[in-house]
Structure formats: C-alpha cells, structure tokens
C-alpha cells in the first residue's frame, strides 16, 4: 500500500523511486501528535521520490510538518530534503550533527555518491541545498524524541525513539541492515556497509540497539516494519559476524565478485534471494556487493595495523 495507518496517528508511507525493481525500496514514517500538537516526518527519500510524497500528504489532509527527520543523509534517505522544504519552508531539520553540513551544501554529498553509486544517482535525481536557518542545531530538541548516536553505516548515523500514545517508536535507520519481509511472511536481510566501513564502531551501535528496553515497534526505512525486534537484531548481529568469518577467509587480492560469490553459496540468508522478483534480486545484488566492498576494506586495514 502507498500509505498505511499502523495505529492512530502514525503512517508509514511507500516512497517509490523510478527504477524497476526499487518501488518498494523506501518507506517514509509519518507521526501526527495531537497530544504535543506537532507532526513529523522521517525521511523523504530521493529528490525523485518527493512527488509521490507530496501526493500521500495530500491524501491525508496535506498537514503541517513541523520537524522532518533524518537517520543519515545518504541520497536515498535525504536527497528529497532541499525540495520537501522549499514547499514547507516553516518545517525544521533534524539530522546527525557530522552531516548536517552536507544538506546546507550538497555538492561533496553528490560527488561522493557519485563515485559510489554512479548511475543510481541520475535515479536519486540531484539535492536541492537547505537553507541553514531550517536545519536544527545540538540542543534543539523535540519533545517526545530521544536520539541515539549508532554509526555505522554511515559515520553519521543517528537512531530514534519517539513515544506516541503509549507506545515507543524505534527507527533504525540502517544501524541494523536492511530487513525486507517477503510474500511468504518470511524475510530476507543483508548489512548495510559503506565502502569506509568500520565494523567494531557499526557493531557497537547494534549492541547499543539490543540493549534498548520497551520498545514496540521498530521501522526499517529499507523497508517495514516489526514488533518481535530482539530476535531480529540478534540475528542481523549474526549476520554481520557470518560476514566477516566468510570474508576474512578470501585471499588478501580477492575482488567483489569473489567476495559476493562466497557470501552467496555460505550465507544460508542469501538463499532467499531465489523468492524475490528479478529486479528486485538485482538491486540486492548490487548493494550486497557494496557492503562487500566495505567488508574487504575494513579486512584489509586491519591486516596492514597488525
């Protein structure tokens, strides 16, 4: 569905993006607080993805934003975030404080992803800057949001708790991978590594998620959502340990095809791949030789500190 009410006051919203393959890639999060007479926004998606945003709001009465909110501001997540606020320019921005930077001044943001993503990034469709007087600094604080510093993914990579109606909200931005559930109710998962990855750092910001008490529901902006989260954690936490055991083992010259072969025949999650459309297994190709990437870089560090 492209925009579903997960209970009173609070939405997830389908943010597709113009590739087969990634229309159901993205979910945005829509919270609508009565009680604290705000509403908020995490993530907007690509700059291609902001349309279809526009038109979900829309559909729900086209309300104030009061704050929009980032887990990390790599483009899929944040590069809609300069054309979301030239339509809401009253809306403020909160984002880890390391990239702030980059959404006031997209220009080392574009090229880095460029060099990472190359075509993607003509799909993702080009950042608008942000004015500076929109973004929140440290110590501008939401009520009923608590964040939590999880780098990782992203050396600048922020999680976030808001409380709504009794319940405790747990956005994981990608601090835990990428969790796809799958027709047959099962799922298919994978780490989301950059290609500067630091493993110790991202395992420890997992480890800090596991340790969170209460939660009830725990959304994935790649892509849904769960209430049993625990199980899930431990078994991405697994599932990053699989990945270094399997890839510490290639010879020290080994490329990403090697490494995304091996992770393939010895990751029993990678069978999966099987039950997903064949865009969709492409694009999951694609990133699982990113995160390989990433993986072999941190190996090769490691190698040369000993």
């Not at 460029?114 to 004015?131: A, F, K, N, Q």
């Not at 939401?142 to 708790?161: E, K, M, N, Q, R």
């Not at 008490?213 to 697994?238: M, N, Q």
Request: aromatic share 10%; glycine share 10%; with cysteine.
């Amino acid at each position: 569905m492209a925009c579903s009410e997960l209970f009173p006051g609070f939405y997830k919203i389908n943010l597709p993006i113009p590739r087969g393959g990634f229309e159901s890639f993205l979910d945005g999060w829509l919270i609508k607080d009565g009680a604290r007479a705000q509403n908020i926004l995490v993530e907007t998606g690509p700059a291609s993805a902001v349309p279809e945003l526009f038109a979900r709001l829309e559909e729900l009465g086209n309300p104030r934003i009061d704050y929009l909110i980032y887990t990390h501001i790599h483009l899929d997540h944040a590069g809609g975030a300069g054309h979301f606020i030239r339509r809401y320019p009253d809306t403020k921005l909160l984002a880890p404080a390391k990239g702030r930077p980059h959404l006031v001044d997209p220009s080392k943001l574009i090229a880095g992803s460029r060099t990472s993503l190359g075509s993607l990034c003509d799909v993702y469709g080009e950042p608008l800057p942000v004015p500076a007087e929109n973004m929140l600094g440290d110590g501008g604080e939401i009520p009923g949001l608590t964040v939590i510093d999880t780098p990782g993914h992203a050396p600048h990579h922020s999680s976030y708790i808001y409380e709504l109606g009794g319940r405790r909200i747990l956005f994981a931005g990608e601090a835990a991978g990428c969790w796809f559930r799958l027709d047959d109710g099962s799922y298919f998962t994978r780490p989301a590594t950059p290609h500067k990855f630091y493993y110790d750092t991202a395992m420890a910001s997992l480890e800090k998620l596991l340790a969170l008490k209460e939660v009830d529901i725990v959304c994935f902006p790649h892509s849904g959502w769960l209430t049993d989260y625990i199980p899930a954690f431990e078994r991405a936490k697994k599932q990053m340990e699989l990945w270094l055991e399997i890839l510490s083992q290639l010879p020290p010259d080994a490329g990403r095809e090697e490494a995304v072969a091996e992770l393939l025949r010895r990751d029993p999650v990678m069978e999966k791949l099987g039950k997903l459309p064949e865009n969709v297994k492409n694009r999951e190709l694609f990133f699982i030789g990113q995160s390989a990437n990433g993986y072999l870089g941190w190996i090769r560090r490691a190698a040369a500190a000993r």
